[in-house]
């Protein structure tokens, strides 16, 4: 069988930093897919349906992430990793989202590293893949960012 890792020529797509930083981002998106499910699951008891639902709509899109970035890291000639980073759903609701807006940040500025180390490898398409996930990510920050102010009013 081909196999496109041991390839000559496969392996110089991408630096091994982007790879490894490739990786991180999975690691992240299964994190925050999983966590985001979780604590779906556990705000769907209390009395905030509409949060709840949004949970498990953000929690899914954020599988499609990293199924979105396995499938570049492969292309690459990487192995996607099936370990999550470290999960924190959070005991108490309002930490729950305290642990979300922290992880959202941290998704933002990675991807933003991501996306100048594809500019300067002169790779437009993992460039434009973090482009698109960026604004997804700034649109769930801005949700628990929302879901915090509204608990202030
Ligand atoms: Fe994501
Ligand atoms: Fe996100």
Redesign the pocket.
């Known amino acids: 069988m081909f196999d496109r890792r041991s390839a000559k020529g496969g392996s110089n797509l991408a630096s091994e930093k982007l790879k490894r930083m490739l990786n991180e981002a999975i690691a992240r998106e299964i994190q925050?897919s999983v966590q985001y499910m979780w604590q779906h699951v556990q705000w769907a008891g209390v009395d905030h349906f509409a949060a709840s639902d949004k949970f498990k709509e953000?929690a899914v899109?954020?599988m499609k992430?990293a199924e979105r970035i396995a499938e570049r890291l492969w292309y690459f000639g990487g192995v996607p990793t099936t370990k999550p980073a470290p999960i924190k759903v959070g005991g108490e609701l309002w930490e729950m989202v305290d642990n979300d807006i922290e992880?959202?940040l941290e998704?933002i500025d990675m991807y933003k590293k991501i996306q100048k180390l594809a500019h300067a490898e002169d790779d437009p398409t993992t460039r434009l893949i973090f482009m698109e996930i960026l604004e997804?990510?700034e649109d769930?920050?801005d949700f628990f960012i929302s879901l915090k102010e509204g608990k202030k009013k």
């Open positions: 925050v953000i899109e954020e992430h992880a959202e998704a997804d990510e769930h920050h």
